[in-house]
């Protein structure tokens, strides 16, 4: 069944592109769309987990090109997406966290450097893909609907709560998801199609880390397979699971102090990594994913040492 939707959905769709595309969703995505006659441009910064995925997805029968680039290189993006001869496809899904802390007393305090460093990688980079895309698929003949290309951005469940254990994250995501849904009647009429995607808590080494309970958390292919579903169906942000959306949405219509000192009141999560910019403790993160059975891992919460 799977296949079946799959192969229908990308029957008009010869070209994808995917940021974020050597790990975790974008993996997946990259994966769940590789097969014969689609062209798929994948790109993240670790040549040797971009060249595996790209060979895994030959080995479907797609042709993939990866290219090592920096979301966060906008002049970099521009050239890159505009060498592209179509563009069907384009999953702006690069994004770091710097972890989700426990709420505490008075939250976290968030250095300035990581404060930039996700709003540069979740929101520019974002834009630095979509922009120029918007830019390439004007210019493509529209198919028998009107549309002359899709875009999917990744934002998250942490767009609907401002909280406190993680203030740049949410407004990264919120931010991305806003735009998104916001800008979406408009390009619409221009045969541009716009999608945001909140997930809850999914498999990759984002969450490796997470030391604590993660209700609704699903593997990446799962999430990718949701994502392609719900896209096909038409979908203008797509959310799951519904009911951690609801709590979410529920949560921020409070008054922040009370919604704060009652995430507050939620057992502690930590420890957790406090710096995004530190690569090496993410690198180790999915290192560790990668080398171990980190389903289980995770479930058993033995992996850390
Ligand atoms: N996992 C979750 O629970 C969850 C929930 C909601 C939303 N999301 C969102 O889903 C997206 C994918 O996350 P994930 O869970 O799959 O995490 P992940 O496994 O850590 O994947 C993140 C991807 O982003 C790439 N990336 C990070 N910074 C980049 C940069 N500056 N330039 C280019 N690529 C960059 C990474 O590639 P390199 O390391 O090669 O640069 C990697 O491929 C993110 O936007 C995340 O916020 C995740």
Same mark, same amino acid.
């Given at each position: 069944?799977?296949?079946?939707?799959?192969?229908?959905?990308?029957?008009?769709?010869?070209?994808?592109?995917?940021?974020?595309?050597?790990?975790?969703?974008?993996?997946?995505?990259?994966?769940?769309?590789?097969?014969? @006659?689609?062209?798929?441009?994948?790109?993240?910064? $670790?040549?040797?987990?971009?060249?595996?995925?790209? $060979?895994?997805?030959?080995?479907?029968?797609?042709?993939?090109?990866?290219?090592?680039?920096?979301?966060?290189?906008?002049?970099?993006?521009?050239?890159?997406?505009? @060498?592209?001869?179509?563009?069907?496809?384009?999953?702006?899904?690069?994004?770091?966290?710097?972890?989700?802390?426990?709420?505490?007393?008075?939250?976290?305090?968030?250095?300035?450097?990581?404060?930039?460093?996700?709003?540069?990688?979740?929101?520019?980079?974002?834009?630095?893909?979509?922009?120029?895309?918007?830019?390439?698929?004007?210019?493509?003949?529209?198919?028998?609907?009107?549309?002359?290309?899709?875009?999917?951005?990744?934002?998250?469940?942490?767009?609907?709560?401002?909280?406190?254990?993680?203030?740049?994250?949410?407004?990264?995501?919120?931010?991305?998801?806003?735009?998104?849904?916001?800008?979406?009647?408009?390009?619409?009429?221009? @045969?541009?199609?716009?999608?945001?995607?909140?997930? @809850?808590?999914?498999?990759?080494?984002?969450?490796?880390?997470?030391?604590?309970?993660?209700?609704?958390?699903?593997?990446?292919?799962?999430?990718?397979?949701?994502?392609?579903?719900?896209?096909?169906?038409?979908?203008?942000?797509?959310?799951?699971?519904?009911?951690?959306?609801?709590?979410?949405?529920?949560?921020?219509?409070?008054?922040?102090?009370?919604?704060?000192?009652?995430?507050?009141?939620?057992?502690?999560?930590?420890?957790?990594?406090?710096?995004?910019?530190?690569?090496?403790?993410?690198?180790?993160?999915?290192?560790?994913?990668?080398?171990?059975?980190?389903?289980?891992?995770?479930?058993?919460?033995?992996?850390?040492?």
């Amino acid at each position: 069944m799977m296949s079946f939707i799959l192969e229908s959905f990308f029957m008009q769709a010869s070209s994808t592109l995917i940021t974020g595309a050597s790990s975790g969703i974008g993996r997946a995505l990259a994966l769940a769309c590789a097969a014969r @006659g689609v062209q798929l441009h994948l790109s993240g910064r $670790n040549q040797a987990r971009l060249q595996a995925v790209a $060979n895994e997805c030959r080995a479907r029968g797609a042709e993939a090109c990866p290219r090592a680039i920096d979301v966060r290189d906008s002049a970099a993006m521009s050239q890159w997406i505009a @060498g592209i001869e179509r563009l069907d496809w384009v999953f702006a899904n690069a994004g770091i966290s710097a972890g989700t802390h426990s709420a505490g007393d008075s939250g976290v305090r968030e250095r300035a450097a990581q404060v930039r460093a996700i709003f540069a990688t979740n929101l520019d980079g974002v834009l630095n893909t979509v922009l120029p895309a918007i830019e390439r698929m004007e210019s493509q003949p529209p198919d028998a609907h009107g549309v002359r290309g899709r875009i999917v951005n990744i934002a998250s469940m942490a767009a609907f709560i401002a909280f406190p254990g993680a203030p740049t994250y949410c407004a990264s995501k919120a931010a991305v998801d806003y735009w998104t849904t916001a800008s979406a009647p408009s390009h619409r009429r221009r @045969g541009i199609v716009l999608h945001s995607v909140c997930p @809850g808590f999914v498999r990759s080494a984002m969450t490796a880390a997470n030391d604590f309970p993660m209700p609704g958390l699903i593997d990446s292919e799962r999430a990718a397979a949701i994502i392609l579903r719900s896209v096909r169906a038409g979908k203008r942000r797509i959310v799951f699971p519904w009911w951690m959306a609801i709590g979410a949405r529920f949560m921020q219509l409070l008054p922040p102090a009370l919604a704060a000192r009652m995430l507050a009141s939620q057992r502690s999560m930590g420890p957790m990594p406090t710096d995004c910019l530190d690569r090496s403790r993410i690198s180790s993160a999915f290192e560790r994913v990668d080398q171990t059975k980190f389903r289980d891992r995770i479930r058993d919460r033995t992996w850390r040492s």
